[in-house]
C-alpha cells in the first residue's frame, strides 16, 4: 500500500484588531483569528490532514504554541516544513480537500488566491487542492461569527 489518507481539523477565535489570514491570504477586515502564529486555521488544518497521513505527529508538536519562534508566524512556513518532514520520511503529496467554514468575511471571490498560495506552499498544482468556503448558516458561534473553522483531507503518496 503506497497510499494514506489523512484528516485534520481547527477552530480559532474571532478577535478585533488582528489580520485575519486564511489559506495564506491576508483579507481587510478589522478582526482576526487569535493565536500564536497568525493563527491561519484553514492551513493549520492542510499541515493536520498531511501529518495525520504520514503518521506523524500533530502541528502542536512541531510548532509549539509556547515557543517564541512562532509568534506570529505565517502558517505557510508551516505548510512547507510540513510538506518539506513528509518529504524527507519519502511521502509525497497527491492531492488536499479543505473546507473552511465562516460566517464572515465572504471567501467565495478569494478562492483561487487561497488556493494559488497553498499551491506553493506545498509544490502541489492548484488543480489538486480542493477549497470550499461555507458559512454554519447562523447555527452555533461559528454561525454567530465568533470562531473560524476547517477541515482538511489529504492523501500522500510513498515516492
Ligand atoms: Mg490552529
Not at 499541515?47 to 506523524?56: I, K, P, T, Y
Request: charged fraction near 20%; glycine fraction near 12%; proline fraction near 4%.
Amino acid at each position: 500500500m503506497n497510499l494514506r489518507i489523512g484528516h485534520g481539523y481547527d477552530i480559532h477565535r474571532i478577535v478585533p484588531g488582528r489580520p485575519l489570514v486564511l489559506g495564506g491570504v491576508k483579507f481587510d477586515t478589522d478582526y482576526g483569528l487569535d493565536g500564536h502564529s497568525d493563527a491561519d486555521a484553514l492551513t493549520h488544518a492542510a499541515c493536520d490532514a498531511l501529518l495525520g497521513a504520514a503518521g506523524l505527529p500533530d502541528i502542536g508538536h512541531f510548532f509549539p504554541n509556547t515557543d517564541p519562534a512562532y509568534k506570529g508566524i505565517d502558517s505557510q512556513a508551516l505548510l512547507r516544513r510540513v510538506t518539506e518532514e513528509l518529504r524527507a520520511r519519502g511521502w509525497g503529496i497527491v492531492n488536499l480537500d479543505l473546507t473552511v467554514i465562516a460566517e464572515k468575511p465572504r471567501l467565495f471571490i478569494h478562492i483561487d488566491a487561497m488556493k494559488a498560495a497553498l499551491a506553493r506552499s506545498t509544490g502541489l498544482p492548484a488543480a489538486a487542492i480542493g477549497l470550499k468556503a461555507t458559512t454554519n448558516e447562523g447555527v452555533d458561534d461559528i454561525g454567530r461569527g465568533l470562531a473560524i473553522a476547517a477541515h482538511a483531507v489529504a492523501l500522500i503518496e510513498k515516492t
